[in-house]
Structures are given as C-alpha cells and as structure tokens.
C-alpha cells in the first residue's frame, strides 16, 4: 500500500502563497505520477496538477495554469504545490494523489485514474 500526508494549509489573503506538500512512503517504487485535486463544499472535486514522475511533465488546470506550480523530489517522494496569487475560489480542500498502476486508458486530469489518496488539508482564502 501507499500512504499520503499532506501539509501546508492554511488560511492566506486574497493575493497571497501557499506551499503546499505531498510526501508518499510505503510501495511507492511504481509510482507513475502525481496529482492535487481540490474539492469545496457541494463542488465535485476538481483536478489542480500532476506531474509525471519518471519525465517530470507537468500539468495543471485551466483556472491554476500561472499561478501554481507542482513540483517533485524524486528520492523522497514528495510532491509541493506552489500557489501564487490566490483567489477566493481557490478555497478547498486540497487532495495529493498518487497513480501506481499503469493504465490502458486514462489521463492524470481523472479522478478515477489515481491508486491512492491523501486526507487533504485545508486551504482557506479571505478577501
């Protein structure tokens, strides 16, 4: 099995950064990729950003795309998410996610597509 802590939360002005991080430990060797998602109350939860771990592509949402950046570090297996810029509607729960599993069909952008999942952490920004 793998785990996945997240940390980092908080609560941050419009405006304002948050440094967000995912550590994995357990049988994280297959690990394929990386993802957050973000879900608030009565919304779906919604794809942030993945990034592929062994070719290091990224890639990130329509409404992050500038303003947050996901990065990795391969020996420890952690995933940060960097968010710039914040905005009111970026208020969530955020979710780190880890896809072990080779898929036949499937895109980082799914929900369904990743193996293992986070508790989340909140992030809350104010106006």
């Known amino acids: 099995q793998v785990q996945l802590v997240e940390s980092g939360g908080g609560l941050v002005q419009a405006g304002g950064s948050l440094r967000l991080s995912c550590t994995a430990s357990?049988?994280?060797?297959?690990?394929?990729?990386m993802g957050w998602f973000r879900q608030a109350p009565g919304k779906e939860r919604e794809f942030v950003a993945a990034i592929l771990w062994s070719v290091g592509n990224r890639y990130y949402g329509a409404s992050v795309k500038g303003r947050f950046t996901i990065s990795r570090d391969a020996a420890k297996t952690t995933v940060s998410l960097e968010m710039n810029s914040l905005k009111p509607e970026d208020t969530a729960v955020y979710y780190c996610?880890?896809?072990?599993?080779?898929?036949?069909?499937?895109?980082?952008?799914?929900?369904?597509?990743?193996?293992?999942w986070g508790q989340g952490t909140q992030v809350t920004v104010s106006s």
């Open positions: 357990g049988r994280t060797f297959s690990t394929y990729a």
């Open positions: 996610a880890a896809d072990v599993t080779p898929k036949s069909r499937g895109t980082v952008y799914s929900v369904s597509n990743y193996d293992y």
